[in-house]
């Protein structure tokens, strides 16, 4: 499994950005998918996840009504719709799978996003 992420850049406060993994691999309907990000000095936090199904999804408080996860199961793609920026949501984001049967992860390289105020 090799995952790549896109979209990443700099914006304006309140502004948007929409990145994309894409999914090398085998089975991507068994995975669990998720973004994480982690700013510098801080730890990896997650910031959306997706059950294999693409129904079931989660968000932490801080990005809750901002971002929106979403996968296409066909195209072996995961996306994370990001409104409502804030310099807060600065920070490198990584994709990240996990097998639903022997819990298998893997994770992207990363993309920078960068919310100037």
């Known amino acids: 499994v090799h995952l790549v992420e896109s979209g990443g850049g700099s914006v304006q406060r309140g502004g948007s950005l929409r990145l994309s993994c894409t999914f090398s691999?085998?089975?991507?309907?068994?995975?669990?998918m998720s973004w994480y990000r982690q700013a510098p000095g801080k730890e990896r936090e997650l910031v959306a996840a997706v059950h294999n199904g693409g129904i079931t999804t989660y968000y932490p408080d801080s990005v809750k009504g901002r971002f929106t996860i979403s996968r296409d199961n066909a195209n072996k793609m995961v996306y994370l719709q990001m409104n409502s920026l804030k310099p807060e949501d600065t920070a490198v984001y990584y994709c990240?799978?996990?097998?639903?049967?022997?819990?298998?992860?893997?994770w992207g390289q990363g993309t920078q996003v960068t919310v100037s105020s």
């Open positions: 691999g085998f089975t991507f309907s068994t995975y669990a």
């Open positions: 990240y799978a996990i097998s639903s049967y022997d819990r298998q992860d893997y």
